[in-house]
């Protein structure tokens, strides 16, 4: 399956993005789905996860309040909604699809299979 990363762009703090990732070559409710965040010279960390059904998430615990992720099988998407934007935000997102439970790897990276390309937020007044 091919992931396909969008919605990034240049904001003011306090303001919203709707990062959505879409898939092709293979059905995306097969993959539990989850969004990773990078700045460079950091480490990826991972942002937030949703189960294949979509009736299970999990975030990164200080994240939890402002992002909320979800999927639309149908349509083979996942989206991440951002709200409250900090500069902090500021990172290049990526998409990635595992087949593995949720738990208890859900942050790291070699449990996903397939990656998105990126897409680059930036948060700034």
């Known amino acids: 399956v091919q992931l396909q990363a969008s919605g990034g762009g240049l904001v003011q703090p306090g303001e919203s993005l709707r990062l959505s990732c879409a898939a092709s070559g293979g059905a995306l409710s097969s993959y539990i789905v989850a969004w990773f965040r990078q700045v460079p010279g950091k480490e990826r960390e991972p942002v937030s996860v949703?189960?294949?059904?979509?009736?299970?998430?999990y975030y990164k615990d200080s994240l939890k309040d402002r992002f909320t992720i979800s999927r639309d099988n149908a349509k083979n998407t996942v989206s991440l909604q951002m709200n409250s934007l900090k500069p902090e935000d500021t990172a290049n997102y990526y998409c990635?699809?595992?087949?593995?439970?949720?738990?208890?790897?859900?942050?790291?990276?070699?449990?996903?299979?397939?990656w998105g390309q990126g897409t680059e937020v930036t948060v700034s007044s």
């Open positions: 990635a699809a595992g087949r593995r439970p949720l738990l208890p790897g859900w942050t790291l990276s070699r449990y996903y299979n397939y």
């Open positions: 949703i189960s294949t059904s979509g009736g299970t998430t």
